[in-house]
DNA sequence: GTCTATAGATTGATAGAC
DNA sequence: GTCTATCAATCTATAGAC
């Protein structure tokens, strides 16, 4: 509910170009976030990041441009994320590190991904072009992945793209939905504990349920 | 794109105020759903009613209570769709139906879905009672009883509340993201087999990764 | 680079003729 | 009940002093 950066002061002048336009962004993320695109004003961008208005369209031309690369960062995050996905030997090591590491930005970057899942929920406006060519392109090699695994007889039968909107859905959820499930909780974050609890049990269901056994288990 | 209903045509004076406050409330779902609550616009709502933006007024007195009018009626086709949860004699039933029903209104009321989302992201300022109350009773009620089948043995032991975020969230996917998963989809609509085979590959997943073995299942 | 002041457009809402 | 005209507030964006 405060500062993002703590190093220098905000008004220090020590405070270089890029620390301030990522202060900036830092805080343009939270409020797309909690607002949308719309709903967000230059304005509440600015007092957060303790700035006047005009300096925000000194650093970024456009509200427009500043929400671009706000959605940009996030995109490159989970695509890096999604790496872990194939750097491993086996269906139940893979995919339980790639649902691992999700659910673990969810915790960490709830902010980016909520701004991601506005964007899509409008219909992706400004990134459109991503959706086409790079997720595209990253999903279609994750499916063909998936497919050796079943021809090989290691995955039982599913329809991989499903198997993954699964995964996607069920991850991001603990992010975009915290607020509904914090409230559940009586009003509270989800403990140490309870993250490890929930990630064990998407991991569990999900591995179990394409006939895997998950690393550990007992029966 | 255009009329949502089709019964008398927008400018007849055979339309009932009922019949207009319908109108109304569909077009402004698809606009907060598209836009969020800040990036709705009055103007806008008013134009896909085919009404001046003044009438708009004169039916709601605000946008926040055409907004709150909106959010409530999506929540109660939730609960009611929710109710064929406990109707059931085995857990394989109640979770199927369950499941398959969040997966049909997913289809039907994709926009009702992606105006709750939007409300819940921003932190729910203007349903949060609804939350605290009523889908907080309903979550105990069902953690409850899924507790019961697991001492009795029906079902794996797993925690009950982060299954039940795990069918929201997968379910409530294929309309908050119905865009990304339209486009991935070659820009094309699901068809009727995509959206069966979805909801059995979700069932399935489910059901198996907690034990239970899905009707009419082959291995 | 930083800020104040403000232009120009758009917003939610309303007054008042019909 | 319906509509035009308009208000006051707020928005993005910019001009120009420092």
């Given at each position: 509910m405060?500062?993002?950066?703590?190093a220098p002061?905000?008004?220090?002048?020590?405070?270089?170009?890029?620390?301030?336009?990522?202060?900036?962004?830092?805080?343009?993320?939270?409020?797309?976030?909690?607002?949308?695109?719309?709903?967000?004003?230059?304005?509440l961008i600015?007092?957060?990041?303790?700035?006047?208005?005009?300096?925000?369209?000194?650093?970024?031309?456009?509200?427009?441009?500043?929400?671009?690369?706000?959605?940009?960062?996030?995109?490159?995050?989970?695509?890096?994320?999604?790496?872990?996905?194939?750097?491993?030997?086996?269906?139940?090591?893979?995919?339980?590190?790639?649902?691992?590491?999700?659910?673990?930005?969810?915790?960490?970057?709830?902010?980016?991904?909520?701004?991601?899942?506005n964007?899509?929920?409008?219909?992706?406006?400004?990134?459109?072009?991503?959706?086409?060519?790079?997720?595209?392109?990253?999903?279609?090699t994750r499916?063909?992945?998936?497919?050796?695994?079943?021809?090989?007889?290691?995955?039982?039968?599913?329809?991989?793209?499903?198997?993954?909107?699964?995964?996607?859905?069920?991850?991001q959820?603990?992010?975009?939905?915290?607020?509904?499930?914090?409230?559940?909780?009586?009003?509270?974050?989800l403990?140490?504990?309870?993250?490890?609890?929930?990630?064990?049990?998407?991991?569990?269901?999900?591995?179990?349920?394409?006939?895997l056994?998950?690393?550990?288990?007992?029966?």
């Amino acid at each position: 509910m405060d500062e993002t950066q703590s190093a220098p002061k905000p008004g220090s002048r020590s405070e270089s170009r890029e620390e301030i336009e990522r202060r900036i962004l830092d805080c343009a993320e939270r409020v797309f976030a909690e607002r949308g695109f719309g709903g967000a004003t230059m304005q509440l961008i600015a007092d957060q990041a303790e700035l006047p208005k005009a300096n925000l369209h000194y650093y970024f031309e456009s509200k427009e441009k500043l929400y671009r690369q706000v959605v940009e960062r996030i995109f490159t995050i989970w695509l890096e994320a999604a790496d872990s996905f194939e750097t491993s030997a086996s269906p139940e090591v893979a995919l339980s590190r790639y649902i691992a590491r999700k659910m673990e930005l969810s915790r960490t970057h709830r902010y980016g991904s909520k701004v991601w899942a506005n964007e899509v929920m409008q219909g992706a406006p400004i990134i459109q072009d991503y959706l086409e060519v790079t997720l595209r392109d990253w999903t279609e090699t994750r499916i063909e992945l998936i497919e050796r695994w079943i021809a090989a007889g290691l995955v039982r039968p599913v329809e991989p793209r499903w198997l993954l909107y699964m995964i996607w859905a069920t991850t991001q959820h603990y992010a975009d939905f915290a607020h509904q499930i914090e409230t559940l909780n009586g009003g509270r974050a989800l403990s140490d504990a309870q993250w490890r609890a929930a990630t064990e049990t998407v991991c569990g269901i999900i591995l179990r349920g394409i006939g895997l056994q998950p690393e550990g288990a007992g029966a």
